[in-house]
Each structure stands twice: as C-alpha cells, then as structure tokens.
Nanobody, 119 residues
Framework: QVPLVESGGGLVQPGGSLRLSCAPSGFSFSWLYMSWYRQAPGKERELVASISTTGDITNYSDSVKGRFTISRDGVQNMLYLQMNSLKPEDTAVYFC????????????WGRGTQVTVSS
C-alpha cells in the first residue's frame, strides 16, 4: 500500500495551470512537514516546495517562486500544489513527501504524478 497518493498531473500548454493533490493512505500527516519534489528525465530529484505543520511557513525553489503555491488542508488531510504560468522546464514527475524538513525529504513518498508542459 502506497502511503501517499498524488493526483492532478497531466499535459498542459506553456502558460497553463495545474493543481496537484496529495492524499495519505491510512494515516494523518497533519503533524508532519510536507513537501513536493520533482524529477525530470536524466536529472536528480529536487525540492519544489515545502510547508510546515501549521501552514505558516513555506519554502520554494527559486525556479518556481512566484508561480507555484503549496498549501494544506488540515481538516481534509490533503496537500496541494497550485502551479501557474507553467513552463516546459517544469515537465517532471512530481512526488509528495512527508516527514521531512523545509529543505530535506522525509522517508515517506508517493509514486508520483506526471506533469508535461508542451505545446
């Protein structure tokens, strides 16, 4: 059983938007630091954004700052990544991660969702 399940990926044109969602399977991550990572073909996995347990502290990579917004819903136990003004270089598999810090991943991952930005 995969502990985290991502959804919302797909094919979008440059300049478009997508909203990714992450749901836990069998546990609550309301007390965990949560993050989104991505991995493009031939590249290492990189941090995209992270959010504290209360949602008051967020951190973004320079490449997505101002375009992406990470958020969490403590009641629904969900994590989101709103991605606007998408660029071809945002093409990657996006992974949800639980239990890390603002800069390092935790041990719990999802299987990822593919985001492709292309005209």
């Amino acid at each position: 059983q995969v502990p985290l399940v991502e959804s919302g990926g797909g094919l979008v044109q440059p300049g478009g938007s997508l909203r990714l969602s992450c749901a836990p399977s069998g546990f609550s991550f309301s007390w965990l630091y949560m993050s989104w990572y991505r991995q493009a073909p031939g590249k290492e996995r990189e941090l995209v954004a992270s959010i504290s347990t209360t949602g008051d502290i967020t951190n973004y990579s320079d490449s997505v700052k101002g375009r992406f917004t990470i958020s969490r819903d403590g009641v629904q136990n969900m994590l989101y990544l709103q991605m606007n003004s998408l660029k071809p270089e945002d093409t990657a598999v996006y992974f949800c991660n639980a239990g890390g810090t603002g800069s390092d991943p935790g041990q719990t991952w999802g299987r990822g969702t593919q985001v492709t930005v292309s005209s």
